[in-house]
């Protein structure tokens, strides 16, 4: 005979022992998601500090070349103020005229950059400026993935909310991987070697140097310099930006002061490390149409537009890295791949162009550790 | 930077997986002679619970064993201009491509930086 008063009872306790247990089970979930988060800003905060210091011992650095000691507490104050400084987006509500405004905005930001800079070491020479610049922007970068993944851990605790948490983790390695991209950029520039992304210009160098072009440069526009010489009867103009100190240049300004003197363009050539697909090996070199350009896409704006009114052809070489190669110290595979890429530039202004053309050969990216 | 902190983690973990390793292997072992000689059924069940956990830890340092953390060695390239003589040197702080440092022992033609990279130390 079955005990029937006892039946229900049984249940209920299944029951509570049930609703206890995945009550449990998402707390514990929580936990654990809230520990390998913490775990990262943790990973992050050290190295946003790691990165902080080195910027204030790059300027210590200057300073004592100069024969001046720094107050440590005025620098850590001024380094976390152009750290912590932020460049407001113009308006896009009126898209007409934006890349200006965006041009002027880059300008004004880079130019305030060299006076601050200049105000804690006066003397500093102009690679040391570019490369404490750009040590200063890695810093910067590190600052803001820090804080905004602090952020977001924030309000998911707050709102005891497992989908932000969720979403957190999920992003976790795709930040990490930026994050230790810049953060060996921070190690690379520091040491002032050439990073991936110095790719386009030290191909455009050493196309310069096989063959025997006149490695004197002239100063073409700010942060920018041209090189000049003959390849099988074409006249190559060779713009990049100035080294070896950490600059892009400004290499739209340079194309429209080389139209200023030179009007008869046959073909532009932009040489520029790309982003790579997991499938492909680093230091693949591809062809291209177009301007092989990254940033915020001001100066590739004004190049197009010049190539446009003029008709003149674009042509690019791409050398295929991924995010942290391009920002580490270059790997041997890039540094390779550098004469399969002066291959293929000979091959496009060989059979893109005819004798007695003129070819303007551009050299995209960061110039560190990479004369002229 | 971040590698040593990676290094110092992982360091930490494979010393506190190998001593919970080592307890929890103890651990069962005890519940299983304890089952053997006094034949009690919930001795087994124990120990079968105490060897899944250190299954899991076994499991878990294995995984921190496996994890290599890339190291990179610095490498310089000094080519003659005139002549191609190379060779291979550890780059000093602020070299940069193309950079003069000094004449030829060969051909007394100008030596320059010719690259810098980096490569994994396997």
Redesign the interface.
């Known amino acids: 005979m079955t005990n029937n008063t006892a039946f229900p009872l049984d249940w209920l306790l299944w029951l509570v022992f049930i609703t206890i247990f995945f009550y449990f089970n998402r707390e514990l979930e929580i936990m654990r998601i809230v520990k390998e988060i913490e775990s990262y800003i943790m990973l992050f905060k050290q190295i946003r500090d790691k990165a902080v210091s080195t910027v204030i011992k790059a300027f210590r650095k200057e300073a004592a070349k100069e024969g001046n000691v720094i107050d440590i507490k005025f620098l850590e104050a001024r380094v976390m103020d152009l750290i912590e400084s932020e460049v407001i987006e113009p308006v896009k509500l009126d898209p007409y005229g934006i890349v200006a405004k965006l041009k002027h905005l880059l300008v004004t930001t880079d130019e305030n950059l060299n006076l601050e800079i200049k105000r804690i070491v006066p003397n500093i020479t102009t690679a040391m400026l570019e490369n404490l610049k750009n040590l200063i922007g890695s810093a910067k970068v590190l600052n803001f993935y820090y804080k905004a993944l602090d952020h977001d851990y924030r309000m998911g605790k707050k709102f005891k909310s497992i989908w932000i948490l969720y979403q957190l983790q999920a992003l976790l390695p795709f930040i990490t991987e930026i994050v230790r991209a810049v953060e060996s950029n921070v190690e690379a520039v520091s040491k002032g070697f050439p990073i991936g992304d110095s790719a386009g210009p030290l191909t455009v160098v050493r196309f310069a140097l096989k063959n025997g072009f006149n490695l004197e440069p002239k100063q073409i526009a700010e942060k920018t310099v041209l090189l000049e010489g003959t390849y099988r009867d074409r006249r190559v103009i060779i713009i990049k930006a100035e080294g070896p100190g950490g600059s892009v240049g400004r290499l739209d300004d340079a194309i429209m002061k080389v139209f200023e003197i030179e009007d008869k363009i046959s073909a532009i050539v932009t040489v520029d490390a790309a982003l790579k697909l997991e499938s492909e090996k680093t230091g693949t070199i591809v062809s291209g149409i177009g301007v092989a350009m990254g940033g915020i896409g001001v100066e590739k704006f004004n190049i197009e537009k010049i190539a446009t009114e003029k008709k003149i052809p674009l042509y690019a070489v791409l050398i295929k890295m991924s995010i942290p190669e391009a920002y580490a110290t270059m790997d041997k595979d890039i540094s390779e791949a550098i004469d399969k890429a002066i291959e293929r530039i000979e091959r496009t202004i060989e059979e893109k162009t005819h004798e007695g053309d003129t070819v303007l050969l551009i050299g995209v990216g960061n110039t560190i550790g990479v004369y002229p | ?2 590698t040593e ?2 290094m110092k ?1 992982r360091i930490k973990w494979i010393i506190i997986y190998t001593i919970l390793l080592i307890v929890f292997i103890l651990i069962t072992a005890s519940f299983l002679i304890m089952y053997m000689v006094e034949n009690d059924a919930n001795y087994s069940s124990i120990s079968f619970i105490t060897m899944m956990i250190a299954v899991w830890i076994a499991i878990n340092l294995a995984r921190a064993l496996k994890t290599k953390i890339p190291k ?1 060695r ?2 310089e390239v000094v080519k003659c ?1 005139s002549c191609g003589y190379s060779f291979k040197k550890k ?1 000093d ?7 003069d440092v000094g004449i030829c022992p060969q051909c007394s033609g100008r030596l320059i930086v010719y ?5 994994k130390v396997e």
Do not use: A
């Open positions: 930077m971040s902190l990676l983690i990179y610095y490498i201009l780059p702080e602020g070299d940069y491509i193309l950079r690259s810098i990279y980096r490569e």
